[in-house]
T-cell receptor, first 114, second 112 residues
Framework: DAGVIQSPRHEVTEMGQEVTLRCKPISGHNSLFWYRQTMMRGLELLIYFNNNVPIDDSGMPEDRFSAKMPNASFSTLKIQPSEPRDSAVYFC????????????FGPGTRLTVL | AQSVTQLGSHVSVSEGALVLLRCNYSSSVPPYLFWYVQYPNQGLQLLLKYTTGATLVKGINGFEAEFKKSETSFHLTKPSAHMSDAAEYFCAVSDGNEKLTFGTGTRLTIIP
């Protein structure tokens, strides 16, 4: 079975440009998580969805970041406009939903903003 | 609020030696605890987890961890290190819902 799929794997863009990261969760999973990983701040939860509904977006850094989940098999994380400090690895993870359930991580998107 | 502390951002052990990675947590409710491993340029993968029941939990690749409530700890061990164990290890806690709070990670290096 395919795991969590993320695209693109690498993205290089210039400051001020819009960036869209994509995620396809594991089929049948009800919860989807977006994380950001940097050397300085470690692994941070940005937002998570349950049954396509955003449950907690308290980790979204600012209004430049937005996330959507239009259906059970697709989610996007958008940054507009992008800034150099957004450079990081962004992970998507999914789970069946519920406390204690294993989160399955995608391979990540490495974003570089010049 | 929940939090996780991983003592030692870098740990080096010789091949065949005991691996011990430390994790302490704080939680306002009985915690669920997790260890994840991250190999270079990959996402995180679950090693093991404690939810309820037996406090000694066995995971993949020969790793195990013991939940000690009195010490608020969940240390990860492996009796004999292999070169393939070189990776970054993250401890995480969930104290009431699906959200995980991760520690800052410990990079494990295996010396041949």
């Amino acid at each position: 079975d395919a795991g969590v799929i993320q695209s693109p794997r690498h993205e290089v863009t210039e400051m001020g440009q819009e960036v869209t990261l994509r995620c396809k969760p594991i089929s049948g999973h009800n919860s989807l998580f977006w994380y950001r990983q940097t050397m300085m701040r470690g692994l941070e939860l940005l937002i998570y969805f349950n049954n396509n509904v955003p449950i907690d977006d308290s980790g979204m850094p600012e209004d430049r970041f937005s996330a959507k989940m239009p259906n059970a098999s697709f989610s996007t994380l958008k940054i507009q406009p992008s800034e150099p400090r957004d450079s990081a690895v962004y992970f998507c993870a999914s789970s069946t939903g519920g406390r204690g359930d294993t989160q399955y991580f995608g391979p990540g998107t490495r974003l570089t903003v010049l | 609020a929940q939090s996780v502390t991983q003592l030692g951002s870098h740990v080096s052990v010789s091949e065949g030696a005991l691996v011990l990675l430390r994790c302490n947590y704080s939680s306002s409710v009985p915690p669920y605890l997790f260890w994840y491993v991250q190999y270079p340029n990959q996402g995180l993968q679950l090693l093991l987890k404690y939810t309820t029941g037996a406090t000694l939990v066995k995971g993949i690749n020969g790793f195990e961890a013991e939940f000690k409530k009195s010490e608020t700890s969940f240390h990860l061990t492996k009796p004999s290190a292999h070169m393939s164990d070189a990776a970054e290890y993250f401890c995480a806690v969930s104290d009431g819902n699906e959200k995980l709070t991760f520690g800052t990670g410990t990079r494990l290096t295996i010396i041949p």
